[in-house]
DNA sequence: GTGTTTGTTATCAA
DNA sequence: CTTGATAACAAACA
């Protein structure tokens, strides 16, 4: 599902090929995902630019001519796939036309489709990116429990400080702030890894990778970890999500990148999905239990 | 029909 | 108020 390194992948997929396009077209096939009130969200989006495509955790946020943010969250099966006008006008598509992304194995719209942006290419001669030719953007989700969002500046900044703690990849993540969210916490290491609040970006595919990689079990209790077990979790847990991002996320089954693509870092898992399977360290079978309310992979023998 | 999958939030308890 | 644990949400699949 998508977690940091995927919606990373897919702001810069997006940020490429979206930044200095001005949305010209909206199509709401499912209110839900706009709060319910399509008029509203239309009228705060339609006409605008994308003048810029940032993220907080697995938040992203499209920063507008209007000074407004879409955000756009991708929960479990949500995708932004964009396709570019010229692949459009050579399939002889419109917006509601179908054609073939990611491998030809996936095509847009399709049933899940919940709303539909058209772009118009940028300004002549402007300097900005996205090249000479406008597109569709696809906001597709199985399940419905995505969204997308118009907020004001200030909002956007709240949500963002109030709801994610430390973030993976910037700055801010040193190794003190980082030993600080273990200090009078009183449950595992599994439920402080996945709450957003403690630190952005996580779930549970890279919470399991971190753990393995690190050699500690998930539900080891906050207290019992010692300096260099956290030492050593700190620095796995940039390894495992900058490894990912290289490898374009991982693509169990619906997560896309920003063209309809898959993510090649399934292949390079260590735990998650790998029940029963052989532990590529020590040769013992992979196994599996449930922590935080979640499937939880684990190798008895390289995790302590 | 049952259980499982997970990101986030609501709810309840301490 | 904070913290923690659990259910609920949604839809598909084995």
Not at 75 to 93: D, E, H, P, Y
Not at 166 to 180: G, H, R, Y
Request: some cysteine; glycine content about 10%.
């Amino acid at each position: 599902m998508p977690e940091l390194p995927e919606v990373e992948t897919v702001r810069r997929d997006l940020e490429k090929v979206l930044v200095g396009k001005k949305i010209t077209a909206v199509e709401i096939l499912d209110k839900k995902i706009v709060g319910g009130k399509p008029a509203v969200f239309v009228s705060a989006v339609n006409g605008k630019k994308i003048v810029g495509v940032e993220r907080r955790g697995k938040l992203l946020a499209f920063k507008l001519s209007s000074g407004e943010y879409l955000l756009a969250h991708l929960k479990m099966t949500g995708q932004l796939i964009c396709v570019s006008l010229s692949l459009r006008a050579k399939r002889g598509n419109l917006i509601a036309g179908g054609h073939q992304v990611g491998k030809n194995d996936l095509t847009v719209p399709n049933k899940f489709t919940r709303v539909i942006f058209a772009f118009s290419p940028p300004a002549r001669g402007g300097a900005r990116g996205g090249g000479s030719v406008g597109g569709t953007l696809y906001f597709n989700d199985l399940r419905r429990f995505g969204y997308l969002k118009v907020v004001s500046a200030e909002e956007k900044e709240t949500i963002f400080k109030n709801n994610f703690g430390i973030e993976p990849l910037t700055p801010d993540f040193k190794l003190s702030a980082f030993t600080k969210i273990f200090r009078n916490r009183k449950t595992n290491l599994k439920a402080i890894l996945m709450n957003q609040k403690l630190i952005s970006g996580l779930g549970n595919i890279y919470v399991d990778e971190a753990c393995f990689n690190a050699g500690l079990l998930p539900w080891r209790s906050a207290k019992s970890l010692k300096p260099p077990e956290i030492k050593k979790l700190f620095s796995c847990i940039q390894k495992v999500i900058a490894v990912a991002i290289k490898n374009r996320g991982t693509t169990f089954k619906d997560f896309r990148d920003g063209a309809g693509g898959r993510g090649a870092h399934y292949n390079f898992l260590n735990v998650y999905g790998r029940k029963g399977e052989k532990c590529r360290k020590c040769k013992n079978f992979i196994k599996k239990t449930k922590h935080a309310g979640r499937g939880t992979h684990f190798c008895p023998k390289c995790q302590r």
